[in-house]
């Protein structure tokens, strides 16, 4: 196909930028958007120039998009995406890809039988500097990373760990080529009844230790990743898009000299490219950078730390009760 017919379901906070974003693409055609809140959908459409509904089957019953982009609550993935492929049409969802695994798997398996192309929206692996790092790192023996905010009452649906977290731990699962063999995670309830904070400790199979850590009630807002090799100390700052790395050359004469490093690379909008690569893979039938194996994975370790998170709480208040 040469132009895809587009529609986005569910425009709030992100959702309405999705929507801008398939205007401003080549091959895309922007056909309608849809929210429950159908006020809301209408204050989006009408400056792009499409139709707004309430009800998303009615969008894709009147416009007959070929693909949707899934920007709804997490308890609705599921749902609205199994209604979309069912019409057999090419979805991207946004992460979470679902809030179970067993829920991702029904989704795996009606994406190939429906042949639809399934994204799961992880906008971090479209990062310039992310991408640009994945070209250079090899084999690294310790990655740690910190996602850190202010508390927003704007996500109530998850915790921390579905709504943060799980960047981190996508990027880390395709960084490092070696089977995972244990994870181990604390975390606490500060401002929601969903952890707010947590850490989180990944082991793989080839000696690989990664360590996790994110908040959304921190004061200081930080996006950072970093990464130790044997002969470098690679810095990747995800919000400037920006990579310093950090080697000990030893000179002639015995002395070593600390070499620091700034690659240069074109910075671009994550969301547009990862929205662009969605449309050319719909166009060309070609499946996904971060496809729903991807968004299953990441949604399994997830869903491994959130148990030993609240588990370790129970246990805790079982103890502190019986003092």
């Not at 205007?23 to 139709?51: C, F, H, K, M, W």
């Not at 990373?145 to 760990?161: H, L, N």
């Not at 904070?197 to 690989?208: E, M, Y």
């Amino acid at each position: 196909m040469d132009t895809v017919r587009v529609g986005v379901v569910g425009v709030g906070h992100l959702g309405m930028h999705h929507a801008r974003v398939y205007t401003e693409i080549l091959g895309a055609q922007l056909v309608g958007v849809a929210d429950i809140n159908e006020e809301r959908a209408q204050s989006i459409a009408e400056p792009l120039g499409v139709s707004a509904y309430g009800d998303f089957e009615k969008l894709i019953k009147e416009k007959h998009p070929d693909a949707v982009s899934i920007v709804v609550p997490t308890v609705g993935h599921y749902e609205v995406a199994k209604i979309a492929m069912e019409h057999g049409i090419h979805v991207l969802v946004e992460k979470p890809v679902t809030t179970s695994v067993d829920e991702a798997e029904k989704l795996l398996n009606l994406a190939v039988e429906k042949n639809v192309i399934l994204q799961v929206g992880h906008i971090e692996r479209f990062n310039s500097a992310v991408q640009h790092a994945r070209e250079f790192i090899k084999d690294p023996y310790f990655i740690q990373t910190r996602r850190m905010g202010p508390f927003s009452p704007r996500i109530s649906d998850v915790g921390v760990v579905l709504d943060l977290m799980i960047h981190d731990v996508d990027i880390i699962l395709s960084m490092v080529h070696s089977d995972l063999v244990s994870i181990s995670a604390v975390g606490s309830c500060i401002r929601t009844p969903h952890e707010d904070i947590a850490s989180v400790q990944l082991r793989f199979a080839n000696g690989t230790i990664a360590q996790i850590l994110v908040s959304r009630v921190s004061e200081k807002r930080q996006r950072q990743m970093e990464i130790t090799e044997a002969e470098r100390y690679i810095t990747v700052n995800y919000e400037a898009q920006d990579i310093t790395v950090q080697r000990c050359v030893r000179q002639s004469g015995g002395n070593v000299v600390e070499v620091m490093e700034h690659p240069v690379f074109p910075k671009t909008e994550p969301l547009k490219m990862e929205l662009q690569h969605f449309i050319s893979c719909v166009r060309d039938g070609r499946q996904p950078m971060v496809g729903i194996r991807d968004g299953k994975r990441a949604l399994e370790v997830c869903v491994a730390a959130l148990r030993q998170i609240h588990e370790d709480k129970r246990q805790a208040d079982a103890i502190l009760s019986a003092i």
